[in-house]
């Protein structure tokens, strides 16, 4: 099982980004996929989630902003970011619900 994520970068107050993450060794498009984030000095939390079905949940700090989206034919799934803010500077993660393996992550800062 592995877990790629891109499209991290440095973006201003009120820019936009879209993140990637290919999934392997699993049945991608069985999977419930979940992106999550972790800021300097807090915890791991909980993002977003794209299930199989089409279904997709958001913690209520980022709905309206952010979008989960996937594309099961690149074992993909994406993440758009609109309307950053200073507190959406993490490392953001990808993962199959449930896995225990880790991607690398990928770093986003919002500042101006």
């Known amino acids: 099982v592995q877990f790629v994520e891109s499209g991290g970068g440095l973006v201003q107050p009120g820019g936009s980004l879209r993140l990637s993450c290919a999934g392997s060794?699993?049945?991608?498009?069985?999977?419930?996929m979940i992106w999550l984030r972790q800021a300097p000095g807090k915890v791991r939390e909980w993002v977003a989630t794209s299930a199989p079905g089409g279904a997709t949940f958001y913690t209520d700090s980022v709905k309206g902003r952010f979008t989960v989206s996937r594309d099961n034919s690149k074992n993909t799934v994406y993440l758009q970011m609109d309307s950053l803010g200073v507190d959406d500077t993490a490392v953001y993660y990808c993962?199959?619900?449930?896995?225990?393996?880790w991607g690398q992550g990928t770093q986003v800062t919002v500042s101006s």
């Open positions: 060794g699993f049945r991608f498009d069985e999977a419930i």
């Open positions: 993962q199959e619900h449930g896995s225990t393996t």
